[in-house]
């Protein structure tokens, strides 16, 4: 395992396009140290997706990941073994091997850190475990897509971390420290339960521009400095 | 061994008869006959009484145990005159021989009992206990020395025993001070402490240096013996110490254990009942009941290591609260978010406001408990709570997936959220909508509550009569207000 130090995986995830063939058919890697977790979530997925192997600790994941190639890893934030990152090291220390791989958080205890950890390491997403088989294939191939996917936790904690409640908006996009006010819309209804599609529907904009803001919003999550980000996690312990 | 809270004099004797198992009035007339051997029982009594625990600090595991030696609170003031009791009456001889040693000691060793007198703040009690206890160290070790050399008092010996008692009271009271965590500043402390154990070192020197021509073998006695006098009067604190040490260790291996006990069902039993909840879909009551534990459990988790119940005074508690109860009478699953800064719970029982200057009313929680209520029993599922407190006030709203309904189709006589939600909201000062949810499916209910409104917390229950007037009215408003 080479150790590398890439500077925006984030950054690096997102300019990949998907390859042809796994639009067809979604391959993926279960990465969860809980066999029955990993045996019950393999038999809930839907038919089209295609789990290419199972991982139960950080160095285990990160080879299978270079190994295999998967489209979609699904990565537990907790993990035992690597230097301790959990979640997070897999994916500083495979992405680099992996260029086409995107990475979805499974989290059982929607801790802020934890999960903030994951999405700044370049994780496409974050879900809660207690979501179903089929809510876990849509995000699945969301992340695939090239979507951002957030659970209603994870943009209220968005909210939270860039001020946009106290009225904090971006006036540039450049700007990566604050939240525009079309993305404060939309991270709000997000926060609310709505789909994406009810995002759009209610603020009369195409699905593909909600889809633009998540996506902005996660780069900004991924790479904005700002110090509440990481304050507001130690903080709180629940999102 | 303890002395137990139920005492005549300490609950020396008490205490002792308990632990060995020897009836109580031997043990006392023992007590009392040992007394009468050169106040020897006296004095056994005295140094066990200071040396043992109170079975109450025990029992209630108090962080600061008060020491025997402790000033006294108005209620010991009483008990102290009666504890003082055994060194006077226990025998009319020795009275009397202490008396004219008690007038000289207060001569004598005037600066020594200044001492503790002095550093007495004038705000407290008086240091009854200590100046009593003090005079019958005194008395009762005058009056053995008396009677073992006669009638006459030989100044010789007298002297340095007094002094010697008083250094060990002195010093003794010094380390109640600091056990029971008396402001004072340490380094007054410690001198005070020191000086009290110069003084018994020189008390017992005194005895050896003016008794007899001065040998080697005195003088070797002599060290040998301020050694001793030392340790016996450092012996309650190092007791004390230690037996707080032991508390303490026992308390952190507890804390250990926890820890190790919330990181074992974090890892294993939360993942389980996750994937039962994933397995079972939202609806099942199997889910249901995975949902409830986890979210027992969670609250046990984190209770525990924030170190206390905060109770649901703070708004976002109060609505997972809700959601919690809810989620265990019906098949819902309530998604709850909150966001912004914290705001408490405004109660008729406790008025006082908030630092952070805004408080929700406790009508916008009775009124999001009846929207939620009203997700439950109509819609099912999933829904979503969402709270937002910042500069536009608190925003609530709840969003169902459900058939919902239409304000004018609700019957007239239909009270649930025409009183419960919409007007309860008005009255609070607030705001409530009724409308579709997203994409045209379920019911959203608004609930908000604008900034920097004062808002009455309380008011008179309106009369039926009232109410009927009050509600036709909001019905027109809220029906308006809702288009």
Known sequence: ?239 | MTRPRLRLVGGVCAGFAEHTGVPLSTVRLVTVLLSFCGGFGALLYAWLWVTIPSADNRAAADPLPKSSLARPSVRSSGASREATAPFYPSSPETDRAARPVDAEVIGSASGASAIPRADADPARAAPVTEILLGLALLAAGGALVASRLGADIPLAVVVPAIVVLAGTALAWRQFADIRSGASQQSSALLVRILGALVLVAVGILLFFVTGTNPNAWTVILAAASVLLGVVVVTAPWLLRLSSDLADERAARARDAERADIAAHLHDSVLQTLALIQQKAGPHSDVARLARAQERELREWLFTGTRGGGESATDLATALRLIAGEIEEDSAVRFEVVTVGAAVGVRSAASPEANPSGMDAPEALVAAAREAMLNAARHAGGAVSVYLETGARGIELSVTDRGPGFQLDQIPQDRLGVRESILGRMRRAGGNAAVRPGPGGTGTEIWLTVPAGRSVPSTLPAPTSTALLKNLATETQHSEKSTR
Do not use: C
């Not at chain 1, 270079?66 to 699904?74: A, F, H, S, T, Y």
């Not at chain 1, 500083?92 to 801790?111: G, K, M, N």
């Not at chain 1, 850190?113 to 879900?127: E, K, P």
């Open chain 1, 1 to 239: 395992m080479t150790t590398t130090d890439p500077k925006h995986p984030g950054e690096r995830a997102r300019a990949t396009p998907a390859p042809a063939e796994a639009v067809a058919q979604l391959s993926v890697l279960i990465v969860d140290d809980h066999s029955i977790f990993r045996s019950g979530l393999r038999a809930e997925l839907d038919s089209d997706v295609n789990v290419l192997g199972e991982a139960a600790t950080v160095d285990a994941a990160i080879r299978q990941v270079i190994e295999l190639q998967p489209r979609v890893v699904l990565l537990d934030v907790h993990l035992p073994g690597g230097r301790g990152g959990g979640g997070a090291e897999v994916i500083r220390e495979a992405a680099v091997h992996a260029p086409h791989t995107l990475f979805l958080a499974l989290s059982v205890s929607d801790a802020a850190d934890d999960v903030v950890s994951v999405i700044r390491a370049g994780a496409r997403g974050y879900i809660t475990k207690s979501s179903s088989g089929a809510e876990v294939s849509d995000a699945a191939r969301r992340v695939a897509d090239g979507d951002a996917v957030f659970s209603p936790r994870l943009a209220g904690f968005v909210l939270d971390a860039f001020g946009a409640v106290a009225g904090e908006t971006a006036e540039t996009t450049e700007e990566l420290d604050r939240l525009s006010a079309r993305e404060t819309e939309v991270m709000r209804l997000i926060a609310r339960g709505y789909s994406y599609k009810e995002v759009a529907s209610t603020l009369f904009i195409a699905p593909k521009t909600v889809e633009t803001h998540v996506s902005s919003v996660l780069r900004k999550l991924q790479l904005s400095s700002r110090h509440e980000l990481t304050a507001w996690a130690l903080e709180r312990k629940l999102l």
